[in-house]
């Protein structure tokens, strides 16, 4: 159901038809998936057979009207996926809203058996499950990698189980790539099903609630890798896979939104059926899912960027926090705050925002001193201007004149790898 292997390239596997929509405003009647998975002798493994199957799916009745967030996913039902996957991110989700996993958050769900921008539209989330093999789902004239991207890129959530992972991910080694909406990720491919022991990371404890290790059900789920924002929520743990240490479950952003893709089955035996809610919810940028770093996991980074630009004499594309990699314009947003958390004793964990990529404008200061006082304005200033803008500033104006966007990244490093030390902010920094 995650990776499959073709040595015949030429074959294209297409779906007919308008697609099957199942509404749940109320009462979900049929969940429809076409009886497409079959056993390829060039396919690792194909989870099972899709069939039809009717449930009755209730949506809870017990919020008051408007009392509570919604989130609505459309979960793909078609060609070459699975039943077994389909229904039980479906029973996780009856679970999440039965048992207010996610407080004051119910999800409203619908399956398709096609994917495109038509049975998009009024969704928050799309879910891909396990099936045949990502190369089928990419080869599927049923689903429009077009679609994906642009419901994604246009702040649509995204999570793909086992399939759904391989074929999202920029790159499967040695064998295809993905739609590429998680283009901070590639994967290894898995010849393994049963159970994997994943340990979850400082990331994942803050989305899933819980600090593991968990056994968690595989079927040649991705081992995965990262680069740039991706965020890595969970590993594997054991050698089960052959990929100990790799992601098994991973977080990254494309546009506006935000992309879940984990190789193991949380919605399968061994269920652990609040994983499924909480990357949804994640996934459509849920509030309370936000990931946070502390003042002191700050200025602890904060010295190593410090160091990397005294020794290259340029700033480092990104640098590694305990819930993974951050790039330079999350990271400056992120020092603002921490030098402000700082003067006041705040202890409050930082959340990490997105903020897009600055043009760094040229130096034109005179060499000297700033004050506590002004570069505490400045951070705020800082802070103002992303919240703003979604980026940072090209310049910042200072009493010695315009310090670049880059030189400015450098100057707070210094001030906090000077708290890092010495517990206490600088008199001044010197520029």
């Not at 949506?59 to 229904?87: D, F, M, Q, R």
């Not at 190369?135 to 890129?153: E, Q």
């Not at 640098?319 to 999350?330: A, E, F, L």
Request: proline share 3%; hydrophobic share 35%; charged share 10%.
């Amino acid at each position: 159901m995650g990776l499959t292997l073709v040595f015949n390239t030429s074959a294209i596997f297409a779906e007919s038809g308008t697609g099957n929509i199942s509404s749940s405003a109320h009462t979900i009647n049929s969940i429809n998936a076409s009886n497409n998975t079959s056993n390829h002798s060039d396919t690792l493994h194909a989870e099972g057979t899709t069939s039809n199957t009717a449930e009755n799916i209730v949506t809870p009745t017990n919020y008051a009207a408007g009392s509570a967030e919604t989130i609505k996913v459309l979960i793909y039902s078609g060609s070459y996926a699975s039943t077994n996957c389909v229904n039980g991110i479906i029973r996780a989700l009856d679970y999440a809203n039965t048992n207010n996993v996610i407080a004051n958050v119910i999800f409203s769900y619908a399956t398709s058996t096609v994917i495109n921008s038509g049975t998009l539209s009024g969704y928050d989330v799309l879910a891909m499950p396990g099936g045949s093999g990502g190369y089928y789902y990419l080869n599927s004239g049923g689903i429009s990698g077009s679609a994906i991207r642009s419901f994604v890129a246009n702040g649509g959530g995204y999570l793909g189980i086992c399939a759904g992972a391989y074929s999202a991910a920029a790159h499967t080694d040695g064998y295809y790539d993905g739609w590429g909406i998680a283009d901070n990720i590639r994967c290894k491919a898995v010849n393994y099903e049963g159970p994997a022991l994943v340990t979850i990371t400082s990331a994942g404890q803050q989305v899933l609630g819980t600090s593991g290790p968990v056994t968690l059900a595989h079927y040649n789920g991705a081992a995965m890798y990262v680069s740039g924002d991706a965020v890595v929520f969970a590993k594997y743990a054991d050698g089960s896979t052959g990929y100990n240490g790799y992601a098994a479950i991973v977080g990254d952003y494309y546009g506006n939104g935000r992309v879940v893709l984990s190789g193991p089955h949380p919605e399968l035996t061994p269920t652990v059926p609040t994983f499924v809610s909480k990357l949804i919810y994640w996934a459509a940028d849920g509030g309370s899912s936000s990931i946070t770093l502390t003042v002191n996991q700050l200025a602890s980074a904060a010295s190593s960027v410090k160091n990397f630009y005294e020794k290259n004499k340029r700033l480092p594309n990104y640098v590694t926090t305990s819930i993974g990699q951050v790039n330079m314009p999350k990271f400056l947003n992120l020092m603002a705050s921490a030098t402000i958390q700082a003067n006041s004793g705040s202890s409050t964990p930082i959340t990490v925002k997105d903020v897009a990529p600055t043009t760094s404008a040229a130096d034109n200061y005179t060499k000297g001193n700033i004050q506590k006082s002004e570069y505490l304005s400045i951070a705020q200033t800082i802070k103002s201007f992303i919240d703003t803008n979604g980026r940072g500033p090209s310049f910042i104006t200072t009493s010695l004149g315009k310090i670049s966007y880059n030189s400015v990244i450098y100057m707070y490093s210094k001030i906090l790898a000077f708290y890092n030390t010495n517990k206490r902010l600088p008199a001044f920094v010197s520029m």
